[in-house]
């Protein structure tokens, strides 16, 4: 196995780990296992290949799954992919890029990054509805596109990293804290 499926191997674990202390209510320990998956992301994205986007995006994710301020990652993820021609059309690359303004306060630029992200999946959709909302400030529609990733979730028969948890909507929710935007939708996907 090449070192960068090792590094993204490892940082799918830590982030499974990451997802249980939290499910556990073990903040410390999902802390410092977010933060170590947060990490095994990012070099596992400067080792790989062209395009492993998604690298950024699970970076993003665990650093504000952490607690930490998310803005150096932001800063990193921004400037990795400003040099990176193929992410003008990647709708991971504007997945990533949507978290990076959302982090930043950018409503504008996580409006546009939202729609880039349209078409790349079902579950693409659904975030780039909830971010868009987010950036609109529409809470409405943010509640609502929130619920469905949850329902997605319940649904769901296998997870990434091997744990039932709503990460996506997680990640979403603590981004519209500082917005007075919480959805606040209650599941056994979704840890309080």
């Known amino acids: 196995m090449k070192r960068h499926q090792e590094l993204l191997t490892a940082a799918i674990e830590r982030d499974g780990e990451g997802q249980g202390a939290l499910i556990a209510r073990d903040l410390p320990t999902a802390r410092e296992a977010f933060r170590s998956a947060a990490d095994l992301y990012r070099q596992s994205w400067e080792e790989a290949p062209p395009r492993s986007y998604g690298r950024l995006v ?98 769901r028969s296998a997870h990434l990293t091997g744990v039932a948890i709503a990460d996506t909507a997680l990640v979403l929710e603590r981004l519209a804290a500082p917005r007075g935007m919480v959805a606040g939708v209650q599941s056994e996907v979704l840890p309080a």
């Open 58 to 155: 699970g970076m993003l994710k665990a650093v504000v799954l952490s607690g930490d301020d998310p803005g150096s990652a932001a800063e990193y993820a921004r400037a990795a992919l400003a040099e990176d021609p193929g992410a003008a059309d990647s709708p991971t690359a504007s997945y990533a890029l949507a978290l990076v303004a959302l982090v930043e306060g950018d409503n504008g630029e996580a409006g546009r990054r939202a729609e880039a992200m349209r078409g790349g999946s079902e579950a693409f959709d659904r975030a780039s509805a909830a971010i868009a909302a987010l950036a609109a400030r529409d809470r409405d529609r943010y509640v609502a596109a929130v619920g469905k990733i949850v329902c997605d979730f319940e649904e």
